[in-house]
């Protein structure tokens, strides 16, 4: 019997003019979320501290630099990749970025939105990163509109 291995990820919720960045799965990236939007982040190497990983995984993703909040929740997900079950662990940031970032997407990704969080079911969002918005709004992070 072969265990599920088990990560630890980041999830940045990087917030600008009070809108939330997402970021959309190009076609040629391997994983079950293709064409859907997810946030900026990823799995935490070896030795690597959360807000280390942040910043890595957001410079790889969007070319950003960001400043890293406070931690506001965790969620745990198991998604199947490369048919075999993983057991993540994620913790979401509330992060800031400076007023007008230039957004250089990686080859994983192919589209990005600002959103107004409170809208965030009217895109293809990931599954398990709805969990996350709906903390996100219930702490009181919504837009000014």
Not at 44 to 64: D, F, Q
Not at 83 to 91: A, L, N, P, V
Request: hydrophobic share 30%; proline share 8%.
């Amino acid at each position: 019997m072969t265990s599920t291995p088990h990560y630890s990820a980041v999830r940045a919720f990087i917030v600008r003019d009070d809108k939330v960045l997402i970021i959309r799965e190009s076609q040629q990236y391997n994983s079950p979320n293709k064409g859907k939007y997810d946030l900026p982040g990823g799995k935490i190497a070896p030795n690597e501290s959360p807000e280390e990983c942040l910043h890595r995984e957001i410079k790889e993703e969007t070319g950003m630099s960001i400043i890293i909040g406070e931690p506001f929740c965790t969620i745990i997900w198991e998604p199947i990749v490369n048919d075999q079950e993983q057991h993540i662990t994620g913790t979401f940031y509330v992060c800031t970025t400076n007023p007008s970032p230039n957004i250089i997407l990686s080859n994983d990704h192919d589209n990005y939105l600002w959103i107004d969080p409170k809208k965030y079911l009217d895109y293809p969002i990931i599954e398990t990163n709805k969990p996350a918005f709906e903390e996100y709004l219930s702490r009181g992070h919504q837009s000014k509109e």
